[in-house]
């Protein structure tokens, strides 16, 4: 049996933020993952992650992310590790698109340092980018990419340097659904090895596995889905497509509204398309990518920066968004036991909140801070209708 004042159950950048917080607080912290921070099954694994503010007009997203970058900072000043490229992200769409328009009201609104961009100054900024319709893009000089798995896995171990303390296993599906809100308490969570973790309270951050922590409750409310994101190789000799030269980009000019990365650390321009796939398990689901994906993204690639239109595939990866059904966060109390809390819905854009989200959770579970109605259970259906982007 082993005791603690909070037991977190997920060392992805949601559970581990958290955990971290909680530990700095004096609070008596045990950090549980089934694989390992930032393994290659987590939301939270891969290499880079993108941090930006523009969130349209969700203005939440925007405060939180912006809290989110100065935090990261903080800790990487902290630690030592500068794990933040500030490759500066552009985000660009038709002129008159709602996102970009609305972004620029919100970013102006929230404080954030952002430029304004017609088609032709963003190729004469960037001649690697073709266009071949109007454009308009938001360009924010102090976002940029995380490197996210060390990132992930440097706050987990903080855990510990904080006096919290972080262990490998595998927890069991809590028994006890049905009661009312407030009337129930989960006294003790087994883990697979037979032993069993004691807590006053614990907090759910396991990502896609959250649908198999808690069947009845967010079986039919976390959507996992399967994604593929692909590193083409960059010219010999060319650094026109790495960091700094090549901002990170969100581009909503295409139906399925790709964006990428730079080469960062020399892996190749990194691109996905940012639609939802299939639905996958993240345990048990097989992470060889598709030939239609892989060619999908090929002609993307080919189109929009043309001096790569023969670049190989140097890298692939297959991960999962974690979808609530319009995209916003779960960040919750479970409303069966008092004592439970559930973080997740990161939904593909959720890794940048992830210091937001720790400190926003654990002043629910001291008792401080106002509830976030939109990270509310209450508001999750079981149709998918995305709303966030």
Not at 149 to 172: C, D, H, T, W
Not at 297 to 324: G, H, I, K
Not at 343 to 368: C, M, N, W
Request: proline content about 7%; glycine content about 10%; hydrophobic content about 40%.
């Amino acid at each position: 049996m082993r005791s603690c004042d909070v037991a977190v159950i997920g060392a992805g950048v949601f559970g581990s933020w958290t955990a971290y917080r909680l530990a700095r607080e004096g609070v008596s912290v045990l950090l549980i993952d089934a694989y390992g921070a930032a393994s290659n099954r987590a939301s939270s694994g891969g290499e880079s992650r993108i941090i930006r503010m523009a969130y349209g007009p969700d203005e939440v997203y925007t405060r939180f992310s912006y809290r989110s970058l100065a935090l990261w900072k903080e800790f990487f000043a902290e630690t030592g590790h500068n794990l933040l490229h500030r490759t500066g992200v552009l985000g660009f769409a038709a002129p008159g698109h709602p996102s970009v328009r609305d972004s620029a009201v919100v970013l102006k609104k929230c404080g954030v340092p952002f430029e304004d961009l017609s088609g032709e100054e963003i190729e004469r900024r960037w001649p690697q980018f073709h266009f071949e319709a109007p454009v308009r893009g938001l360009y924010e000089p102090e976002s940029g990419a995380l490197m996210a798995r060390r990132a992930v896995q440097s706050v987990a171990a903080s855990v510990e340097k904080a006096g919290g303390r972080y262990r490998i296993a595998q927890v069991l599906p809590p028994a006890g659904r049905g009661r009312p809100v407030g009337r129930g308490r989960m006294e003790a969570l087994p883990l697979a090895s037979s032993d069993t973790v004691r807590a006053a309270a614990y907090v759910f951050a396991c990502g896609p596995w959250l649908p198999k922590v808690f069947p009845e409750l967010l079986g039919q409310r976390i959507f996992p889905t399967r994604q593929e994101v692909f590193f083409f190789g960059i010219p010999p000799g060319c650094k026109e497509f790495s960091s700094p030269e090549l901002p990170v980009w969100l581009d909503r000019l295409h139906a399925t509204i790709p964006y990428g990365l730079p080469s960062l650390e020399n892996r190749g321009l990194k691109v996905a398309l940012d639609v939802h796939g299939p639905a996958f398990d993240p345990d048990a689901g097989e992470r060889t990518p598709t030939t239609g994906a892989i060619e999908e993204t090929r002609r993307y690639v080919a189109s929009r920066f043309p001096a790569l239109a023969d670049a190989p595939v140097v890298e692939s990866r297959v991960c999962q968004y974690e979808n609530t059904s319009n995209g916003d966060f779960l960040i919750d109390r479970h409303p069966d036991f008092d004592n439970v809390w559930i973080a997740g819905g990161g939904s593909g854009h959720g890794f940048k909140h992830g210091p937001a989200v720790g400190e926003y959770l654990t002043d629910r579970i001291q008792g401080r801070g106002v509830e976030e109605r939109r990270f509310s259970l209450r508001t999750k259906e079981t149709v998918q209708r995305r709303a966030v982007y």
